[in-house]
């Protein structure tokens, strides 16, 4: 089955910084990619999601880069500021799937300090 | 909200009580799903229905027992539980297939307690 690796588990960063994190997956047959963010006490939401026909996609701040050949995928927050300071998820899944499950990684704590 | 509500939001329990968690989706999609979130580690997938069939089971204990008795309600009935089983327990809710975006919509979870 799918297998999803995430990194770092933490990360600090001063506001207006930029933040990257990063997952790998293993099952080559993956071709959807969201990406969660979880804020404290809160549920987990979709910020951005990638499918394996596109190598990069944006929206505001956030970016998500894909590298299908060495089964890896970033998200990217630039500018960062403290309603940042998150959990976040990576996951991977296939459209394929009928069921419609997701592998998710472990996630990331995300503090940004003013 | 997005659509997907769980009760109760917390839940205090001792290993000998019986318990229900509920859930329920207004979105109109067909597949749901329980999972356990533990802090520090991934969240796990504990159990998939679609179209009302359980179609997973990731070797859950038989302590916990889903039932989903139409597309839009999803119970997770407790029994005899262990401490260890203290964690968030989120649904989700989505609509797989091609035609659709396999977007996952989670409720607020249940903060559950065992004693």
């Known amino acids: 089955g799918e297998n999803v690796e995430q990194h770092p588990s933490t990360l600090s960063v001063q506001e207006g910084d930029s933040a990257v994190i990063k997952c790998t997956y293993s099952d080559s047959a993956s071709n959807y990619f969201p990406w969660y963010k979880q804020e404290l006490g809160k549920r987990p939401q979709l910020i951005i999601d990638i499918r394996s026909n596109v190598g990069e996609k944006k929206d505001q701040r956030i970016a998500v880069t894909l590298n299908k050949t060495a089964k890896h995928f970033s998200l990217h927050i630039t500018e960062t500021q403290p309603e940042d300071s998150a959990v976040y998820f990576c996951?991977?899944?296939?459209?394929?799937?009928?069921?419609?499950?997701?592998?998710f990684g472990a996630g990331t704590q995300v503090v940004v300090t003013p | 909200e997005t659509g997907v509500t769980q009760t109760p939001r917390h839940l205090v329990m001792g290993m000998t009580n019986k318990k229900s968690l509920k859930c329920e989706q207004h979105?109109?999609?067909?597949?749901m799903y329980w999972y356990k979130q533990s802090a520090k580690k991934p969240l796990e997938l504990m159990f998939v229905y679609s179209l009302e069939e359980r179609v997973e089971n990731n070797s859950v204990p038989s302590r916990f027992s889903p039932e989903c008795p139409n597309s839009s309600h999803l119970f997770l009935h407790l029994h005899t539980l262990q401490p260890e089983d203290s964690a968030l327990y989120l649904c989700?809710?989505?609509?797989?297939?091609?035609?659709?975006?396999?977007?996952?919509?989670f409720g607020p979870g249940t903060r559950l307690t065992v004693l």
């Open positions: 989700a809710s989505s609509h797989p297939g091609l035609e659709h975006p396999p977007e996952q919509f």
């Open positions: 996951a991977a899944s296939m459209t394929t799937d009928s069921w419609g499950k997701f592998q």
């Open positions: 979105l109109g999609h067909n597949a």
